[in-house]
């Protein structure tokens, strides 16, 4: 890799890769907490359009690859070095058809309106189908009305750290612009990785409130982003990854094994009959509702 084919890479999913998320968005311009210094109001901008930044606390500004010789504190060859292994090349085309002005505006989402209770009688049934319990739901969703094709319909909204929403319903599965993963940071030496917002919505389900376990949250709510997120997924000693068991999830599993050795804990060996977390725990919940029930009936 060389400046220039570094200097292309999105600098905004760079620091998210980083573990850093904007504090505001306005217009192209993204704000965060300084990486270089300790500051309680974001004065660290990102120009998207021009993929260049600036310290407005320290004076300094640059593009990609001035940020990681100063973050990193190395060279030049050290910083590419860097920039290369934690990064994709070229811009991801799902990720790419999000966030672009291009994208056909008869196809595309547009969010009306979020309410911060899920009240929608079919939404519940969703839920509840899906075994989520009702308080996690409450506390990591939205109800969002959304416009899609002309028409007006409701959904599960999971929000993401660029503002976009994860969009879910009984027969609708979609995103509002733009996409992009959602990261909690929880100050824990462990991150916990989901490819989907229902899989960390079902772990979170089957913990007692009193007993979650500590750990940093990342919701890819793509696979597309799991290679982006490999800097800050090695930052922890623990990785615990909740992918889907086909051959998209497995392929991710053996890349990041091969450079994190002894770190990759593969979760999802404890539902390897089945497609995903959710999956396996509505199939567990059931399998007790009948064994109940025929106990029951005896």
Known sequence: MNCQQANQIDMVDYMATLGFKPEKIRQNNYWFLSPNHAEKTASFKVNRNKNIWYDHGTGQGGNLVDFAMLYFKCGLT????????????????????????QVDASNSIQIIRVDQSITDMFLLRYLNRRQIDKLVAAKFCKQV?????????????????????????????????????????????????????????????????????????????????????LLLQEKYERIHLYLDNDAAGRKCVQAIEKRSQGKVIDESRSYKDYKDLNEWYVSKIQSQHQSQSRRIGR
């Open 78 to 101: 050290d910083a590419l070095s860097k920039i290369e292994s934690g990064s994709i090349h070229q811009p991801d085309p799902i990720f790419q058809a999000h966030v672009t002005s």
């Open 145 to 229: 009305l959304y416009e899609n094709a002309g028409k007006r319909f409701a959904a599960i909204g999971f929000k993401n750290n660029c503002g976009g929403y994860e969009l879910r319903s009984e027969n609708f599965k979609g995103s509002s612009a733009p996409k992009y993963v959602t990261w909690f940071n929880n100050v824990a030496d462990n991150i916990s990785v989901f490819e989907g917002f229902f899989d960390f919505l079902t772990w979170r389900s089957m913990q007692t409130p009193q007993l979650v376990k500590p750990t940093n949250i990342l919701v890819l709510n793509s696979l597309s982003f799991f290679t982006r997120s």
